[in-house]
């Protein structure tokens, strides 16, 4: 077994060595998705935060009863009744921003960050790094999406927040607002950090 | 065996925890959610009958107003929104919704016409799937407003009773400035609205006349 980490190094690895979104490329399609303003990716962000840790925290507290053959199933429902308490509370008291996040709450249950950090380690380790390690991961994918969000959509809307903040004769670069302006201002994060900041372990097989 | 019932009773109680959880925020929650929907049905109905309901009017004033100003009424195949005058008698204008496929989805707006179905007082989109930014400008002021003030008679018995051009060329008085951008939007907004407003006129309007 391998040795346990200490918090921060859990943290340096959720937000940096082993962020989800630029290392593992997991969780795409919600950022391609919610990422066009960024008062809706501030919301997804709280979303998955929540779920993330909430879920490793319950699958950490109940993996020395869960029997290995259903553990998939009983992830999957913790997973989804958090999501669903989320969608609830968003609808109720966000509704303007519910309707704009549309299915992509309820998605968050196919995420595969949580699932995957439900069995990659909430269900090996302690309740405490669990929720520590849920928090720092989801975290990771939060700064993705605010960077890709602040870049979207200044160039797409002229806006930040709805705050105009572009010239007056700016004009909006409407591909930032599709899909494809999201694919284009990940895959070029992603590029930028593999290049100027690679790992330790790319950097020793590289030489 | 046992390992086996272990699982099938783990995994009932495991669900029947976090069923009761999820139950409860839903009822906890079902009335708010509930009221946020009508609330917003009902200002989207006093914007398109030029009742005045703006960014600041909060929700409790828009159904205060709403249950002053507006009956419902049943017409042939939806129903009708009946605004009257501050004085409750006079009609103001007859609120109706309307809906049809988009370029992305489903497009569910509200139509008021005046009182002598002549013209109309306003147009509202509020549920749609189009593309933010694009599509999605149907909703935008610039956008509805336009549609204020159209006659809703055409001269010639064949012709649409609007038409959307691309910005800036619209000249004629049913000729409308289309979003730039979405022309797949335009044209279904052109194609659903237009439909729905000569049902409206043909079979749901004489009935309206009738009851007075």
Known sequence: ?207 | MKKRLFSILYMFLLTFFFTSIVSAVKIYSQAKIETNQRVKLQRIILDVLRMPVGEGISNRRVVELFDQRVRETEGKDRTLYVGYAEDGRAITGYAFPVGGPGFWGPIYGMVAVDPSGTEILGVAFYKHSETPGLGARITEDWFTKQFRGLPLRPEEAKKKIFYLKSAGTAQAGNELDAVTGATGTSRAVEAFLNKELAHFLKDIWPEVRKKG
Not at chain 1, 4 to 30: A, E, H, K, M, Y
Not at chain 1, 91 to 112: F, H, K, M, Q, R
Not at chain 1, 131 to 156: H, K, N, T
């Open chain 1, 1 to 207: 077994m391998p040795k346990r980490l200490t918090n921060t190094q859990i943290f340096v690895q959720g937000l940096w060595n082993d962020n989800p979104v630029l290392r593992q490329v997991l969780g795409i399609c919600s950022t391609l998705a919610v990422t066009n303003l960024l008062v809706n990716t501030l919301v997804m962000n709280a979303g998955l935060v929540f779920t993330v840790t909430m879920s490793s925290l319950t699958v950490s507290l109940l993996r020395k009863y869960t029997p290995m053959r259903i553990r998939m199933m009983a992830q999957t429902l913790i997973i989804a009744s958090y999501v669903i308490i989320v969608d609830i509370s968003i609808a109720a008291y966000l509704p303007d921003i519910s309707e704009a996040l549309g299915p992509y709450v309820g998605l968050i249950i196919t995420n595969c960050i949580v699932m995957g950090r439900c069995e990659a380690y909430a269900r090996n380790n302690p309740p405490w790094p669990s929720f520590l390690d849920g928090l720092a991961m989801s975290l990771g994918y939060s700064c993705v999406l605010l960077v890709i969000a602040l870049v979207r959509e200044p160039l797409g809307f002229g806006t930040i927040l709805g705050q105009r903040i572009m010239p007056d004769g700016f004009t909006p670069w409407t591909i930032m607002i599709m899909a494809p302006g999201a694919f284009f201002t990940l895959g070029l994060l992603v590029w930028f950090l593999r290049a100027y900041f690679p790992l330790v372990t790319q950097e020793k097989k590289e030489r």
